[in-house]
């Protein structure tokens, strides 16, 4: 039987406590393929130039991975991303894995966190069992990464998730595109809220969640929310630390399309 690789490819972090949520998604993937070696790679090439300087660790990109893998002879090997949403560097990645098509016997690739409308409503789910319950003046709000690429309609498709779920009071903002703060804090306004819970919506905690979310800046979200009068409490994990997010990316990888 050939070699067989599983390549779990992650944008990255800088922030090495917030990397566990990488490791605990490639556990659980490596767990549900045992016959399979497992390998990783980051698409972020900042994120690793900065990893290897600091800590001595190279992180290889895609390319460099199946570059190694096809030199030492794996037949078989499936790419699952752990990226959000199909946005800029999901698509990055899948021009990568399509430069390698004949060099495998087989090649395949899973699909991000959300692709399907039930992505999106177990995501959603498996979040809600993880929230306190809201009192009348409490309200829950996720910062997402963001983009410029179309894709980016998912944030606003998250939260609308959530109101399927009858969650009237958890909104949805990003740190690099629309809904945006201006957006949250307008809807924090209209239904007279006074406490709010902040989190992250991204695989890991790292410096956006740090900084962007939770830092004690004057424009980080915690701040100008407590400028605004409001008290903050925030929750930093990552999704990829969460085992409901893990067993939607083991899905998508047995779901695997070929290229």
Not at 146 to 151: L, Q, S, V
Not at 215 to 231: A, C, F, H, M, T
């Amino acid at each position: 039987m050939g070699k067989k690789a599983l390549m779990v490819v992650s944008f990255g972090t800088t922030v090495p406590r917030a990397r566990r949520a990488i490791e605990n998604l490639e556990a659980r993937l490596h767990a549900a393929f045992p016959g399979y070696d497992l390998c990783r790679a980051f698409t972020s090439r900042m994120v690793a130039r900065k990893i290897e300087k600091e800590e001595g660790v190279y992180i290889p990109s895609p390319a460099e991975l199946l570059e190694q893998l096809a030199d030492e002879g794996y037949e078989e090997v499936c790419c699952q991303s752990t990226h959000v949403i199909p946005g800029i560097e999901y698509e990055k990645l899948m021009a990568q894995l399509s430069t390698y098509r004949g060099r495998f016997a087989q090649l395949t690739a899973g699909a991000p966190l959300l692709q399907s409308t039930q992505d999106y409503l177990r995501l959603t789910a498996s979040l809600l069992e993880r929230m306190p319950r809201l009192a009348a003046d409490e309200a829950f709000v996720f910062m997402g990464h963001g983009t410029e690429h179309p894709a980016n309609a998912a944030y606003a498709l998250v939260e609308n998730s959530f109101r399927y779920h009858g969650a009237e009071r958890v909104y949805v903002g990003t740190v690099e595109g629309f809904p945006h703060f201006d957006y949250v804090l307008a809807r924090l306004h209209r239904h007279a809220v006074t406490n709010v819970h902040l989190a992250p919506l991204m695989i890991v905690a790292g410096d956006h969640a740090q900084n962007d979310l939770a830092g004690e800046q004057e424009d980080s979200w915690k701040s100008r929310l407590e400028n605004e009068g409001y008290s903050v409490e925030i929750h930093l994990t990552g999704l990829g630390e969460m085992d409901a997010v893990a067993d939607i990316f083991v899905d998508h990888c047995k779901q695997a399309q070929t290229l």
